[in-house]
């Protein structure tokens, strides 16, 4: 969501085998592309595996409350 993107934190996302955590860094842009290491497909002809590749889409909710409408206006009002 905007609110983890903006402010950082961690989500889990599908991986190929299993649910992997992410740490989605502060300020993180919509198409913003994440590396995951060692979560990707195995090395041909070698040991280990290779990296999995996120896409960030951050979704804007449309359905705010008043409250957080205000909130977000204050916010809109420290930018300035």
Not at 34 to 60: D, R
Request: no cysteine.
């Amino acid at each position: 969501d905007f609110i983890t993107a903006a402010l950082g934190g961690n989500i889990k996302v599908p991986g190929l085998n299993e649910e992997i955590s992410l740490v989605v860094p502060e300020g993180t842009q919509n198409g913003s592309v994440l590396k995951v290491e060692g979560v990707g497909l195995p090395h041909l002809g070698g040991s280990g595996n290779g990296s999995e590749f996120v896409v960030i889409n951050v979704i804007i909710p449309t359905d705010l409350t008043s409250e957080q409408k205000t909130i977000l206006r204050a916010f809109l009002e420290l930018r300035e």
